[in-house]
Structures are given as structure tokens and as C-alpha cells.
């Protein structure tokens, strides 16, 4: 059944068969689990095809590459971008933060795709080293090689997070964002981060398909997000996040009708992070709040080779 613009798309009604995940997180960025462990759940959990979306590396699907082979798992190559709106919502703050995904269904990604990855990566470091120096002058005694504990390949504000609760600073993971780490908080450092734009760009030209994560999460609803939705397509996403643990059916309801509008394709996918966020279950979610068939991903590989076969002028 094709999803994206006919039939209804309900969550739950493939009960026992084969479930994919496109949305899920290795300890190669802020997840608990090994990329190998995750090939191993996701054998365990009867899912078919899984999309490792680390954010701003291909670390954890490099890495799981030979043990989803050995395993027969489908292992799609993705990413988890971070980037920026380029206009604040809020005047005098910072432009707010937007995840986007990138696929590779029909090619893997260029070799200048995971070069730029690599700068993402250094401009990350480079503001770890000045985090843990304002969180010093804060009288907060951490040093980024206690984050390295946790964030062995890459390490995030969330690992320094764990390091602040670890060391008592804090009480809880969210209190360090709040205190220290959000962007407005006591430590805030800025760092380069692509535009939305210019990250739906390089990962169109690198072969992929831009999708846009968990929608619910954007500072824009209602008629901005309809003006932020064309002005997106306009630079090429293809792809909505239509299905995420944090969706209510409400959610998805309304996204899959923005989805439908825009002919933009419907992605998705449980965000697992292990651990680190507990009550999310690889392949169904929070409470079994997804169950996603594998026709979704045959439906995104169809519309991108159809896209494919248009540029090249075939059609
Ligand atoms: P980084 O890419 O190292 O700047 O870390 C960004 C990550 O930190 C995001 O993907 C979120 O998981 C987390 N994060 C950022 N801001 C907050 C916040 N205000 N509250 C909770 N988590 C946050
Ligand atoms: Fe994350
Ligand atoms: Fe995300
Ligand atoms: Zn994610």
C-alpha cells in the first residue's frame, strides 16, 4: 500500500508482521547502545529494516555495517543533522534548533557529504573546549575528558549533561540543560551550524532525501509552519516525519495531511537513544505508540527514484 498520498496510514495495524525503524541513535552520538548491540535488538525486536540516524555522523552505521550483514538486517545510511532557522522566533534569542534526517535509499553519500560531516564534528569540539571552560569559571570542576566518558566518539551537550548529574551539580539531566547548557543558559557557547537550508541542500546533493524530524518539536505550527513547509520544498526536502514517539495521533493526523498537501513523503521512526531515554522502545516507541510496515520505506525509495529519473530527464 502506498502511504505518502493515497490510503490511511494507521499506526498499530501490522500486528505480528516485520516492523522497520528509521529513526534511532547509536553511542557513536547520544545513545546508550553499541552500533553492534543495535543490530543485535533490532534482530531481537523482528525489524527489518533499520535507519541509524546518529546526529552529524555516519560513525554507528559504518560501524554496524558488518554485523547487520552477518545478521540479514536492512541497514539504511542516515544522519541526523542539526541545524538553524535562519530568522529567531524569539527577538534577542537565538534562532531556534531543527533537526533534519537524510537518507541514502539509492546511493550512499558523497565523499564531500562526509567530509563537511567531519568539519560539523570539529566546530563540536571546538565548543566543548570552550563549555568546559565557562562551566569552570562557573565553579562547576569538570573537565571535557569526563564527558569523553560518555560521548566516546562525539560528544554533545547531553553527555556533559550526564556528567553535571554524575558529579551532584544537578538533579536531574534536564535541570543541567536549564541551568548550564539550553542556549540561553549559564554556560550557552555558540557554535556553526548550517541553516536548515543549507543542510536540506547537502544532503539533496549528496545523493540523499531531507526529511524533516519529529515536526512537533518546531517552534512553528499552524499557518508558519504552512509558510515554513513551502519555503522548504522550495530548496528541496522531500520528506516529513510523520511518525515519531512524541506524536500524538493528533500529531500525525495533522502531519500526515501537511505530508499529503505538500507531497512531501512520510518518514519515521521511534528515536530510540537506549538509556538515555528509557521509555523508548526500539520499533514501537513509548507504550507501542508505533508500528511502522515496511511499505513506508518501499514508498520513499519509489518517490526518490522517481525523482531521480526525473532530473536525469528520463521521464
Ligand atoms: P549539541 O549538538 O552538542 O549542541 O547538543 C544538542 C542536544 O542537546 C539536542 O539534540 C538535545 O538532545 C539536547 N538539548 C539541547 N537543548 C536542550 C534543552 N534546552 N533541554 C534538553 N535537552 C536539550
Ligand atoms: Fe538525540
Ligand atoms: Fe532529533
Ligand atoms: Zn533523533
Known amino acids: 500500500m502506498p502511504i505518502s498520498t493515497q490510503g490511511s496510514m494507521s499506526i498499530g495495524d501490522v500486528d505480528g508482521a516485520p516492523l522497520i525503524d528509521l529513526h534511532s541513535h547509536t553511542d557513536r552520538s547520544d545513545g546508550s547502545t553499541a552500533p553492534e548491540d543495535l543490530v543485535r535488538l533490532a534482530i531481537r525486536e523482528s525489524i527489518e529494516a533499520l535507519a541509524i540516524t546518529d546526529h552529524d555522523t555516519l560513525a554507528g552505521y559504518d560501524a554496524a555495517l558488518p554485523a547487520a550483514a552477518d545478521c540479514g538486517l536492512e541497514l539504511i545510511c542516515a544522519v541526523e543533522l542539526s541545524t538553524r532557522l ?3 522566533t524569539v527577538p534577542g534569542k537565538r534562532a531556534p534548533s531543527v533537526h533534519l534526517l537524510g537518507y541514502w535509499l539509492l546511493s550512499p553519500p558523497s565523499v564531500e557529504f562526509r567530509w563537511w560531516l567531519e568539519s560539523q564534528q570539529q566546530s563540536r569540539r571546538q565548543r566543548n573546549v570552550k563549555l568546559v571552560a565557562k562551566l569552570r569559571q562557573l565553579g562547576v570542576g569538570i ?3 569526563d564527558a569523553e566518558v560518555y560521548g566516546r566518539t562525539q560528544v554533545g551537550r547531553p553527555h556533559f ?4 548529574l554524575d558529579k551532584g551539580y544537578v538533579s536531574s539531566m534536564q535541570e ?3 541551568v ?3 542556549d540561553e543558559a549559564r554556560a550557552a557557547v555558540e557554535r556553526d551550524e548550517p541553516s536548515l537550508e543549507d543542510g536540506i541542500r547537502r544532503i539533496t546533493e ?4 531531507a526529511s524533516l524530524a519529529h515536526p512537533v518539536r518546531l517552534p512553528q505550527s ?7 513547509l513551502d519555503r522548504l520544498v522550495a530548496v528541496g526536502l522531500q520528506g516529513f516525519e510523520v511518525f515519531h514517539s512524541d506524536h500524538s ?4 493526523q495533522l502531519y500526515l495531511d501537511l505530508a499529503r498537501r505538500f507531497d512531501l513523503i512520510p518518514t519515521g521512526g521511534t528515536d530510540f537513544h537506549g538509556e538515555n531515554k528509557p521509555r523508548i522502545r526500539l520499533g514501537t516507541g513509548i507504550d507501542s505508540n508505533i508500528s511502522l510496515p515496511y511499505s513506508l520505506l518501499e514508498n520513499m525509495r519509489e518517490k526518490c527514484a522517481a525523482k531521480q529519473q526525473r532530473m536525469s530527464g528520463t521521464v
Not at 549533561?161 to 553535571?164: C, E, G, I
Open 249 to 252: 495521533p493528533a500529531d500525525t
Open 86 to 88: 535562519q530568522e529567531q
Open 222 to 228: 499552524g499557518p508558519d509552519l504552512v509558510n515554513l
Open 176 to 178: 543541567a540543560f536549564d
Open 161 to 164: 549533561a550526564r556528567v553535571l
Open 206 to 209: 549528496s545523493g540523499g532525501m
Open 180 to 182: 548550564y547548557l539550553a
Open 143 to 145: 573537565t571535557l575528558q
